[in-house]
């Protein structure tokens, strides 16, 4: 369960948030593209990163925003050397390829390889 949920005014749109653990702990912002809404990101793996220490807010987007450098082997949209060509643009970022996932949030089978990749990213340094 949500620690908060509310609505927050974005340059005159309303969008809904969420916030999972403890604000104290490293900050994880998950955006999605495609206008999906908060949750697109399942709350079983919300609570993955929130068990290892993580304060994770998850929010309705509209279609804006970056995304970390874990790229499906599939993706029928940005073939994987999209991905890794930007990875190589992007200073101090590390690609982590998803083996049979396309162009979608990343699905339960590969959570094991993503939430690693997370915390790795924003362990206290």
């Known amino acids: 369960m949500p620690i908060e949920q509310r609505m927050i005014k974005v340059n005159g749109v309303e969008l ?5 653990g403890r604000p104290v702990d ?3 912002l998950l955006v999605h593209g495609a206008g999906h809404s908060l949750l ?3 709350e079983g793996f919300v609570q993955r990163l929130v068990a290892e220490g993580r304060y994770v ?12 450098m874990l790229h499906g082997t599939e993706d029928p949209l940005f073939p994987i050397e999209h991905g890794r060509a930007l ?3 992007i200073p101090g970022a590390r690609f982590v390829a998803m083996a049979q996932t396309g162009h979608e949030v990343f699905p ?3 959570w094991d390889t993503v939430v690693p990749a997370i915390l790795e990213h924003t362990k206290a340094r």
């Open 87 to 89: 990875a190589k643009e």
């Open 57 to 68: 807010i998850r929010f309705d987007s509209r279609d804006a925003g970056l995304s970390t």
């Open 26 to 28: 490293p900050a994880i």
């Open 108 to 110: 339960r089978a590969q």
């Open 16 to 20: 809904s948030m969420e916030s999972f």
């Open 40 to 42: 697109a990101w399942e």
